[in-house]
């Protein structure tokens, strides 16, 4: 499926893209939920990340449990995003365990319910698998339009090399020529869908296809630290 034409209108491309991955069939998703999660060992396999957030899918979202199992295999940790008691209109991350209890917020998505539980700031995660609606080659992230991610990962619009590095998931007809940018917005680092990763250097936008496909991103790297982090990721 073609990426949709650019369009400032993002209420149109919003309907648009839900319809699109809405209308995939039960096994299309496992499928590509499947191969998605083949990308994300490839991704990380050499990474040092050991504290990632990640979501559970709603509303049609590409499927990345699965990888859950495999991370705690690699010794990493699991964390969902909660919506903030006070500051309701940011993120908290809290730790997933096979134990942790989940309650609906008020969206209807599941998410832990103990307040208490073992939790991490958003700068201190190593790495975060965001939901989104759109993406486009330069590592625009269209979302539901709630804001929650810009407005937590806000610092990283003034330190774009600061952990953690976002990642959009995404089916691959999800993509869209160019998004209309707004001040707000937080670019991602990376996209990861079922036949590609796409990641930004300094050189510009690399690709890679199955079984080694790269993909989009736009991403300004100034910290050697990251840059590191980057070509272990993709080499």
Not at 172 to 188: F, T
Request: glycine share 8%.
């Amino acid at each position: 499926m073609p990426p949709l034409p650019a369009s400032p209108d993002r209420k149109r491309l919003r309907r648009q893209l839900r319809q699109r991955r809405r209308s995939l069939s039960p096994a299309a998703q496992r499928k590509a939920s499947r191969a998605l999660v083949r990308q994300l060992m490839r991704y990380f396999s050499q990474s040092r990340a050991r504290h990632i957030g990640l979501y559970l899918p709603n509303d049609g979202e590409i499927d990345p449990r699965a990888f859950i199992i495999e991370a705690r295999r690699r010794r990493q940790t699991v964390y969902l995003p909660v919506l903030h008691p006070i500051l309701g209109n940011r993120l908290w991350f809290y730790r997933l365990d096979p134990t942790t209890r989940l309650k609906p917020n008020r969206f209807g998505i599941p998410e832990p319910a103990a307040r208490n539980a073992p939790r991490r700031a958003p700068w201190a995660l190593d790495a975060v698998l965001m939901p989104l609606v759109g993406f486009d080659r330069q590592g625009g992230r269209l979302g539901m339009g709630g804001g929650f991610y810009d407005r937590t990962f806000a610092f990283k619009r003034r330190e774009a090399a600061r952990p953690p590095a976002l990642i959009g998931l995404a089916h691959d007809s999800q993509q869209v020529e160019k998004l209309p940018v707004e001040s707000w917005d937080v670019p991602m680092d990376a996209v990861i869908t079922p036949a590609r990763q796409v990641a930004c250097d300094v050189g510009g936008i690399r690709e890679r296809q199955e079984p080694g496909r790269l993909f989009i991103g736009h991403f300004r790297l100034g910290e050697k630290r990251q840059g590191r982090l980057r070509r272990r990721t993709l080499n």
